[in-house]
């Protein structure tokens, strides 16, 4: 099977040599060839299921416990507004 890997390293926002594109072609080419492989196992007889350890719920409650008040969360930024903490912009349009 043939892998577009400049496609795929576009979607992950990647930039690639030609030499890693090679690379990644053959590990991902590797990597549709054992899945392959695992389409052709007997699971007619195999329960179907979500997980296999039996665990239920292994969770804690959420429980509420004591922290700082907004005041004295912000009593030492540097950079406030309304009563939120203010940060540099780290998403661009």
């Given amino acids: 099977m043939k892998i577009n890997v400049p496609h795929v390293a576009k979607l992950a926002n990647l ?11 053959k590990q991902l080419s590797d990597i549709l060839t054992y899945v392959d492989k695992l389409k052709e196992v007997d699971t007619k007889n195999v329960e ?14 959420d429980e509420p416990t004591p922290s700082l008040t907004q005041d004295e969360a912000l009593s030492n930024v540097k950079n406030q507004h309304n009563g939120l903490f203010k940060v540099k912009a780290i998403l661009t349009e």
């Fill in 48 to 61: 179907t299921t979500s997980q296999v350890t039996g665990l239920e719920n292994v969770m804690r409650e």
């Fill in 15 to 25: 930039t690639l040599k030609p030499e890693e594109e090679k690379k990644f072609e």
